[in-house]
């Protein structure tokens, strides 16, 4: 079945330095993937997403790289800020008119000051 | 513009009790989700309402219920509450169609005793 993992349960990164949260995914039908961040008792924010006919995409700070040989997604921030700290989700889509989003555990992202 | 919006923010009910949790998306979509996270875990997808149907379903019993209103608002219907349904219940709204990201409310705490 499908399945999203994450290889980093935690990451705890000084203020400054670029972090990269990874994530694996199983169901190579998988056409469309969000990263998300939640914050302690809000709930999850959208951040970047990507198709799968693309390989890179870049926002404010942050670039999501999808690699579709491997099934490997990565979110990677620039200059970590401790307002960065938080929780991180990926989320892939599996194709179909079934719209449903399948979420990793997540990965608790702690920044340094 | 204003998010997704739920209410209550915290419900507390005892075993065998039924709740009933409320979304309003953000204007314009038409899509609604929900989402079980319970304490330490991820994301758990319950049903996806769309147009006043659902379209999908999650792997959970049929007392978890729900309907779409026709102005796509959406109520989440726990009946015979059991302590392990103690959770963050998130709702999130979408336009209707693939690759089009979530966007969450910040979520209903329901607490089981």
């Known amino acids: 079945g499908e399945s999203v993992g994450l290889h980093l349960p935690t990451l705890s990164v000084q203020e400054g330095d670029n972090s990269i949260i990874n994530c694996a995914y199983s169901n190579s039908a998988s056409d469309y993937f969000i990263w998300y961040k939640q914050e302690s008792g809000k709930g999850p924010q959208f951040i970047i997403d990507?198709?799968?006919?693309?390989d890179k995409r870049q926002g404010q700070r942050v670039t999501v790289l999808l690699n579709k040989t491997v099934k490997h997604l990565s979110l990677q921030i620039a200059a970590t800020q401790p307002g960065d700290s938080a929780v991180y989700f990926c989320?892939?889509?599996?194709?179909?008119?079934?719209?449903?989003?399948?979420f990793g555990k997540g990965t608790l992202l702690t920044v340094n000051p | 513009e204003a998010g997704v919006t739920q209410s209550p923010t915290h419900l507390i009910k005892t075993r065998g009790q039924q709740a009933t949790l409320r979304c309003s998306p953000i204007?314009?979509?038409?899509?609604v989700y929900w989402y079980q996270q319970a304490l330490g875990l991820g994301l758990q997808f319950l049903l996806w309402?769309?147009?006043?149907?659902?379209?999908n379903r999650g792997n959970f019993p049929p007392r978890f219920s729900g309907r779409q209103f026709p102005n796509y608002s959406s109520e989440l219907n726990v009946n015979a509450l059991e302590l392990e349904d103690s959770a963050l219940y998130l709702c999130?709204?979408?336009?209707?169609?693939?690759?089009?990201?979530?966007?969450f409310g910040n979520g209903t705490r329901l607490t089981v005793t």
């Open positions: 999130a709204s979408s336009r209707t169609g693939a690759n089009s990201p979530l966007h």
């Open positions: 990507i198709r799968s006919n693309m």
């Open positions: 989320a892939e889509h599996s194709g179909g008119s079934n719209y449903k989003l399948t």
């Open positions: 309402y769309d147009e006043g149907e659902e379209r």
């Open positions: 204007s314009g979509h038409t899509s």
